[in-house]
């Protein structure tokens, strides 16, 4: 059997469940489908579990990850950690499957080695029509430098902890893996024999990340940093990753526990007071749970903070609230992100963010 793992994430339930009718209709019935849904919002969430339930093959996981920034990796270890099928396919939510895929992918797994699939990506128009996989023909084919789609043995993701789980947001972590795989001594292949994959159209990553309001929970610069560290993971022949606590997530007690905890400290955007919280505080936090309010500092924009500093007078330096914000987030994912931990961000008002100590 065949575990198909499907990351999700606040997604439109229509590309879904068109997901969802190409694996109904697969000449191969012998597979099973993780949906792990990342901490949609609660509407989403409950939408996405009724379509699971309209499905026997399916199997509905939701992680309490909410106001924590996407990791495509942990929410694939919190299930490789745990699979018990000698073989595991990672798809996501825009996927359409040939038919014959699982069939095909069914005979790969006598290899014993990771093959990863090329891709049709339709274009915009093609993919808000429904219709029989053979009868698209509007996309454009991906070539062996896309390596997201991959049938992986599952022995082999556990003997390097998986996916690594530095990797946030978008970018770096499948091409990490295949790389870390054949320092290890395995097999990674490329099939292209016969396209068995669409790809639904959406607005790329970047463009989002560009368009972003403070309020997202993303990470600027998120992109060249992920990049970077899979440099160093081919510099460095990188092959075991997640020393410890890999695949875990937050569960529903810990989740409640910070969402109900009260605001510890308050302090403003002025630098000095943000570089003590992140510098000085954390680090020697090791019990309790602490929680901080980030806010604009409202002499900042008065009259007397402007005449000071047009004067040449020593006023306080600020960041910007986008600032704190890269600045939390870059700190949270480095050092933080096997504890338990929430950020919320109101847009252009406040950042509050929950860590959970031993």
Same mark, same amino acid.
């Given at each position: 059997m065949i575990s198909i793992l499907i990351p999700y994430r606040?997604?439109?339930?229509?590309?879904?469940?068109?997901?969802?009718?190409?694996?109904?209709?697969?000449?191969?019935?012998?597979?099973?489908?993780?949906?792990?849904?990342?901490?949609?919002?609660?509407? /989403?969430?409950?939408? %996405?579990?009724?379509?699971?339930?309209?499905?026997?093959?399916?199997?509905?996981?939701?992680?309490?990850t909410r106001h924590q920034p996407w990791n495509k990796s942990?929410?694939? /270890?919190?299930?490789?950690?745990?699979?018990?099928?000698?073989?595991?396919?990672?798809?996501?939510?825009?996927?359409?499957?040939?038919?014959?895929?699982?069939?095909?992918?069914?005979?790969?797994?006598?290899?014993?080695?990771?093959?990863?699939?090329?891709?049709?990506?339709?274009?915009?128009?093609?993919?808000?029509?429904?219709?029989?996989?053979?009868?698209?023909?509007?996309?454009?084919?991906?070539?062996?430098?896309?390596?997201?789609?991959?049938?992986?043995?599952?022995?082999?993701?556990?003997?390097?902890?998986?996916?690594?789980?530095?990797?946030?947001?978008?970018?770096?972590?499948?091409?990490?893996?295949?790389?870390?795989?054949?320092?290890?001594?395995?097999?990674?292949?490329?099939?292209?024999?016969?396209?068995?994959?669409?790809?639904?159209?959406?607005?790329?990553?970047?463009?989002?990340?560009?368009?972003?309001?403070?309020?997202?929970?993303?990470?600027?610069?998120?992109?060249?940093? /992920?990049?970077?560290?899979?440099?160093?993971?081919?510099?460095?022949?990188?092959?075991?990753?997640?020393?410890?606590?890999?695949?875990?997530?937050?569960?529903?007690?810990?989740?409640?526990?910070?969402?109900?905890?009260? %605001?510890?400290?308050?302090?403003?955007?002025?630098?000095?007071?943000?570089?003590?919280?992140?510098?000085?505080?954390?680090?020697?936090? /090791?019990?309790?749970?602490?929680?901080?309010?980030?806010?604009?500092?409202?002499?900042?924009?008065?009259?007397?903070?402007?005449?000071?500093?047009?004067?040449?007078?020593?006023?306080?330096?600020?960041?910007?609230?986008?600032?704190?914000?890269?600045?939390?987030?870059?700190?949270?994912?480095?050092?933080?992100?096997?504890?338990?931990?929430?950020?919320?961000?109101?847009?252009?008002?406040?950042?509050?963010?929950?860590?959970?100590?031993?």
């Amino acid at each position: 059997m065949i575990s198909i793992l499907i990351p999700y994430r606040n997604r439109d339930p229509e590309r879904i469940k068109i997901l969802f009718r190409s694996l109904e209709g697969q000449t191969h019935k012998n597979f099973k489908v993780y949906f792990i849904d990342y901490g949609s919002s609660k509407i /989403n969430s409950e939408i %996405v579990k009724e379509l699971c339930l309209d499905y026997s093959f399916v199997h509905y996981q939701y992680h309490y990850t909410r106001h924590q920034p996407w990791n495509k990796s942990r929410t694939l /270890n919190s299930v490789i950690r745990y699979l018990d099928t000698e073989y595991c396919f990672v798809a996501d939510v825009d996927i359409i499957f040939h038919p014959e895929f699982l069939e095909i992918a069914n005979n790969l797994t006598k290899t014993g080695q990771t093959t990863y699939f090329q891709v049709g990506y339709l274009s915009s128009s093609e993919s808000r029509k429904v219709k029989a996989f053979s009868e698209y023909s509007d996309y454009r084919s991906s070539t062996n430098e896309a390596t997201g789609l991959s049938l992986f043995p599952v022995a082999q993701l556990k003997d390097l902890n998986g996916f690594d789980e530095f990797y946030h947001f978008w970018g770096g972590e499948d091409t990490d893996m295949h790389i870390r795989l054949k320092n290890a001594g395995n097999e990674v292949e490329y099939y292209d024999e016969k396209l068995l994959l669409l790809h639904q159209w959406h607005k790329s990553f970047q463009k989002l990340e560009n368009n972003e309001s403070i309020a997202d929970l993303q990470l600027s610069g998120i992109l060249p940093l /992920n990049h970077q560290h899979l440099k160093n993971a081919i510099s460095n022949k990188a092959t075991k990753v997640n020393i410890s606590g890999w695949g875990e997530i937050m569960g529903r007690e810990d989740f409640q526990l910070l969402e109900n905890s009260e %605001v510890s400290m308050e302090i403003t955007n002025e630098k000095r007071q943000v570089e003590d919280v992140l510098y000085g505080m954390l680090p020697v936090k /090791n019990e309790g749970i602490i929680k901080i309010s980030f806010k604009p500092d409202l002499f900042e924009n008065s009259k007397k903070y402007k005449v000071k500093r047009m004067l040449g007078k020593k006023v306080p330096e600020y960041y910007t609230l986008r600032e704190v914000k890269d600045m939390i987030l870059l700190h949270l994912i480095s050092f933080y992100r096997n504890v338990p931990y929430t950020i919320k961000v109101d847009n252009g008002r406040d950042i509050e963010v929950a860590i959970k100590f031993s």
